[in-house]
Nanobody
Framework: EVQLVESGGGMVQPGGSLRLSCVAS????????MSWVRQAPGKGPEWVSA????????YYSDFVKGRFTISRDNAKSTLYLQMNSLKPEDTALYYC?????????????????????WGQGTQVTVSS
């Protein structure tokens, strides 16, 4: 059974930082490109960032580029998202997700929630 367990969220002031983690099990983590996806209240899922299976290539949405850094530790089957210079508009539930294929053309193609592989997410709230 695929399991993804996110943690590290919290409440921070604008300009603050958080580091999210996602521990994976039930599949061969090192063979999957992985993504972070977020969902704000009343909105649909929004792709944030992705990383190649080996961790050498990273991709970012325009709204987090330069502020967030995605990384992974395949020995620990863990995905990370370092978030700096947080803004109120970053407030959302953050999920990690497997990508459906490898490579640049599929960097934003994460498995949908309906596939049943998403975790419970971790809440990030940015507010003064």
């Amino acid at each position: 059974e695929v399991q993804l367990v996110e943690s590290g969220g919290g409440m921070v002031q604008p300009g603050g930082s958080l580091r999210l983690s996602c521990v994976a099990s039930g599949f061969t983590f090192r063979t999957y490109d992985m993504s972070w996806v977020r969902q704000a209240p009343g909105k649909g899922p929004e792709w944030v960032s992705a990383i190649s299976a080996a961790g050498y290539t990273t991709y970012y949405s325009d709204f987090v580029k330069g502020r967030f850094t995605i990384s992974r530790d395949n020995a620990k089957s863990t995905l990370y998202l370092q978030m700096n210079s947080l803004k109120p508009e970053d407030t959302a539930l953050y999920y990690c997700a497997r990508n459906m294929a490898r490579g640049p053309s599929s960097s934003r193609d994460y498995e949908p929630r309906s596939a049943g592989s998403w975790g419970q997410g971790t809440q990030v709230t940015v507010s003064s």
